[in-house]
């Protein structure tokens, strides 16, 4: 199977070839330092001649519901729901000569981050700031949006984990809606914190990044003055810096697929933020409801993971308790699926959810608080 050759050292690759031989590709994600089984994957491949090859994953099902994400230029993504075999393979017919980049899910790195910023670069009020170097001297970019003496401030990260990438086209809507309505409450009265990656040398080096040992980014915020990581203890020192009207969004993806993992929801906290909460829940829920696209991504609060229940229990570390320890009005942990119900996620559909959620939030600050 020398006509293949398999791609792994671009930014956000993770895998490792267990064997190649008559059309098959035997494959299967690196966990690295993570002490629990998980999920990420990507390569590129590249036919030397036109052929059929079956891709086949050896360690779990972490071939998705609608397939791998596929893309010719690993930028502009779509599913090969056609090619999926089953929840350990799929396959793909190449052209002679054809290169094509595999994910689990649709991607999103640095050089994504780039090519939106370069669309906002040089806005009025756009300023972009070092909120640190990471562990292997990356910089870690921190966008502020809005006017210094705004009266709210929001604070929004993504990338907690490393393999968490479709929050971020969330978080690219948001700001999208934010520059769209210039003459909103939430333009006008809020200025945003943007941090799209805490863990930008996973995101970069393609790890895993959930249950990174001893621990991960989102069990680093102990609130013990103590840090692994120094994108964490920069953002609490950032965030303990701002006046007292703030608002803390921590986005995330949860597991891979299937029940709860498949639809958008808040992780609660306790009151008086559960209260808080759920009034922002209620704007969110209207405002995706008024979507009339076949691919539009709804949310419904009856599907928001309480606090004390499931996995949601005993969580004292992580970005939104450091929130709520710091004195957010209000803050939260807002998961987004890597594939979606009934129909497949889409960078346009993850983008356009981003402008609900701020749209829902614009109408929180201006009325509701």
């Not at 690993?74 to 999926?84: E, H, V």
């Not at 701002?242 to 029940?259: Q, S």
């Amino acid at each position: 199977m020398e006509t293949i050759a398999i791609k792994h050292r671009f930014a956000g690759a993770n895998i490792r070839v267990v064997s190649q031989a008559d059309g098959l590709v035997r494959l299967e994600q690196e966990i690295r330092d993570s002490g629990d089984w998980w999920f990420y994957w990507r390569f590129a491949a590249r036919s030397a001649v036109a052929q059929t090859v079956v891709f086949t994953f050896d360690n779990g099902e972490v071939v998705g519901p609608y397939g791998p994400a596929v893309s010719s230029d690993g930028m502009n993504w779509t599913w090969l729901a056609a090619g999926r075999l089953s929840p350990q393979s799929f396959q793909y017919t190449f052209k002679e000569g054809e290169s094509v980049h595999f994910g689990f899910s649709i991607p999103y790195q640095v050089h994504d981050f780039e090519s939106f910023y370069a669309r906002l670069a040089g806005r009025p009020g756009v300023s972009r700031q070092v909120l640190c170097l990471s562990e292997q001297l990356r910089a870690v970019p921190l966008l502020q949006i809005g006017g210094e003496k705004a009266a709210w401030h929001v604070v929004l990260t993504c990338r907690h984990h490393a393999c968490e990438s479709t929050a971020n086209y969330v978080a690219e809507g948001i700001l999208n809606w934010v520059f769209a309505h210039p003459d909103s409450g939430l333009s006008r009265n809020c200025r945003f914190h943007v941090v799209p990656f805490i863990d930008i040398d996973g995101v970069e080096n393609g790890d895993q990044g959930k249950h990174r040992l001893p621990h991960d980014h989102n069990r680093d915020y102990a609130g013990t003055g103590r840090y692994r990581y120094r994108t964490t203890e920069a953002l609490e020192r950032y965030v303990r810096q701002l006046p007292a009207n703030y608002i803390g969004i921590d986005l995330h993806c949860p597991f891979k697929w299937g029940g709860l993992n498949d639809i958008p929801f808040v992780v609660k906290r306790r009151e008086p933020l559960k209260s808080r909460m759920e009034t922002f829940s209620a704007r969110l829920e209207e405002t995706t409801g008024r979507r009339a696209e076949s691919d539009a991504i709804r949310y419904f609060r009856s599907n928001d993971l309480e606090h004390g229940s499931d996995w949601n229990v005993n969580i004292t570390a992580d970005c939104a308790s450091m929130h709520e320890r710091a004195g957010a009005f209000l803050c939260f942990s807002f998961e987004v699926p890597y594939f979606g119900v009934p129909v497949p996620y889409s960078i346009g559909s993850l983008r356009r959810f981003g402008s609900d959620f701020a749209e829902a939030l614009d109408a929180y600050v201006s009325v509701d608080i």
